[in-house]
């Protein structure tokens, strides 16, 4: 998520947690191939048709106006929940301290593509595209984004995210606004998060 103010320097036992570069973008990799067999698999076995994808201007446009909505957001809720800061540093100094610049690609790419077709492309619709479904598959996916109890927090506002991308597909019938609006976030979030702590070295 987008963090616009400056970050408390990470701790000794902080920094003896990160991970390397590659483990990060094995574990995205993998974790998307998981994701995108599962929706795969749950269509073939329900016959479930998964939310279309196609290219519509307005969806687009709307999907960026969201993507840049949640960035701004994001940032704003860092500067005034403290806890929320705190989980945040501590999950971006573990995913995003140890990636290049270019590797902001994949972090935008990889979840924002996996998960927008299992949670809103697959899920959403299975579970009867309705209010229930969106509460259901938001909550999973903000639990998804716990790392511990202490990250209570940040999964609320993961949670809070989850019901925006599925009420733009809801809204739309097209899995292109949640996917563009996912990209754009994550990729943003890390651009800002890599040039705040550039400023700070």
């Known amino acids: 998520m987008s963090l616009f103010s400056q970050a408390p320097r990470p701790t000794q036992d902080k920094k003896s947690d990160t991970l390397s570069r590659s483990q990060v973008l094995i574990a995205m990799a993998v974790t998307a191939i998981i994701f995108l067999a599962i929706s795969k698999g749950w269509v073939y ?37 403290e806890s929320y800061r705190i989980a945040a540093q501590e999950y971006l100094e573990m995913v995003l301290k140890p990636l290049e610049p270019i590797d902001l690609i994949w972090l935008g790419l990889l979840p924002g593509l996996s998960e927008e077709m299992l949670f ?10 309705n209010g229930f479904a969106l509460i259901i598959t938001s909550v999973v996916f903000g639990a998804l984004h716990m790392a511990s109890a202490k990250h209570l927090s940040y999964t609320v506002w993961a949670i809070a995210v989850g019901m925006m991308l599925g009420a733009i597909t809801m809204y739309t019938g097209n899995l292109l606004s949640a996917i563009l609006a996912h990209v754009l976030t994550n990729s943003l979030s890390g651009i800002i998060w890599k040039w705040k702590q550039s400023k700070l070295a």
């Open 45 to 81: 076995l329900t016959g479930i048709p998964m939310v279309h994808l196609y290219w519509q201007p307005e969806h687009a446009a709307i999907g960026v106006g969201i993507g840049l909505g949640v960035a701004l957001l994001s940032s704003l809720i860092y500067e005034v929940w």
């Open 120 to 129: 809103r492309g697959v899920a959403l619709p299975a579970l009867g595209m």
